[in-house]
């Protein structure tokens, strides 16, 4: 089944912060984020394995509630640059496949 | 550049017709993955190959098929397409099943 994202779309100045939340139904194994420019190929961001686990990329860091079933992106000082849209996919382990989400929509105005 | 080859970039062709849809992952890579991306719409997987063998399915239909050759690139075929088969086609690749996965450029697929 497919995550859920959310938000669907979100507009932000440079500067300020947002979050990326992305639920599922089934027990997680893994996330994986992504972001894609418009008209551009999907390109990796992290991936999480563990429970509780964060993970930072830059000023791009995330979490992994696995419990909860839940991850979250968080972007800190936003840049014009990190404009796209964010794909969660979540995999249930082994050599299973991953399944993206729908997608949040994020643009950052100056 | 992600080192995942599709071919071709972009392709137009009539309903009713079949097509083949090409791809060369990273050296080394031996996981295979096929995503539908209609327009701004998420990515739907399709298929995955792990070293020659189909390993899971997704909403693929009957009229598609896809295989993972010897030396590991893979094909994507479509046949009886229909309108709602132009999308972009993606192909993805990874060492294993749950590690970072490049994605290629896509295919274009247009069908009229």
């Known amino acids: 089944q497919q995550p859920v994202q959310s938000p669907q779309a979100v507009i932000l100045r440079e500067g300020e912060d947002a979050v990326i939340n992305c639920s599922s139904s089934k027990a997680l194994y893994s996330v994986h984020w992504y972001r894609q420019k418009h008209g551009e190929a999907p390109v990796f961001l992290m991936i999480l394995l563990k429970g509780g686990e964060q993970k930072g990329h830059e000023k791009i860091s995330a979490s992994f509630n696995e419990k909860k079933q839940q991850s979250s992106l968080y972007l800190t000082a936003s840049q014009l640059s990190y404009s796209g849209t964010y794909f969660c996919g979540t995999g249930s382990g082994g050599y299973q496949k991953v399944t993206f989400g729908t997608g949040t929509k994020l643009q950052v105005i100056p | 550049d992600s080192g995942v080859t599709q071919t071709p970039k972009h392709l137009i062709t009539a309903t009713g017709q079949r097509v083949t849809l090409r791809c060369s992952p990273r050296s080394g890579d031996l996981s295979v993955y096929w995503y539908q991306q209609s327009l701004d719409q998420g990515l739907q997987f399709l298929i995955q190959y792990y070293n020659g063998e189909e390993r899971a399915k997704g909403n693929i239909l009957e009229r598609f098929s896809a295989q993972q050759f010897p030396d590991l690139h893979s094909e994507l075929n479509l046949s009886s397409l229909e309108l709602g088969d132009s999308a972009l086609y993606f192909c993805?690749?990874?060492?294993?099943?749950?590690?970072?996965?490049?994605f290629g450029q896509g295919t274009r697929l247009t069908v009229v």
């Open positions: 993805a690749s990874s060492e294993e099943g749950n590690t970072e996965a490049f």
